[in-house]
């Protein structure tokens, strides 16, 4: 759901950017190769950001994963220490 959002907020801002900058020139010929264009390009570009948001959003649960592991001490729970005794003998 936060990786939705995120993406459809920034769809929204470059439709409203591309509102108001004029479109590119699209060197293609014939008006067959221009649809073409169009319905294979908005789709995967817009395919590709939903994809790059999705891998953000897991990089950032994981590093915070992780850091909760990192976490000098216990989050919940008794903290229970084990001692090893360990004789000369024994080397």
Excluded: E, H
Excluded at 16 to 44: D, K
Excluded at 85 to 91: E, H, L, P, T
Aim: net charge positive; glycine share 2%.
């Amino acid at each position: 759901m936060r990786v939705l959002l995120v993406w459809l907020l920034f769809i929204a801002f470059t439709m409203l950017l591309s509102s108001v900058l004029p479109p590119p020139n699209i060197p293609y010929r014939g008006a067959a190769m221009a649809r073409l264009n169009f319905w294979l390009l908005f789709p995967t570009v817009y395919l590709f950001l939903l994809l790059l948001f999705a891998v953000v959003d897991v990089i950032r649960l994981c590093d915070k994963f992780t850091q909760a592991f990192s976490r000098p001490t216990a989050t919940s729970g008794r903290r229970r220490c084990y001692t090893v005794r360990v004789r000369s003998s024994d080397w």
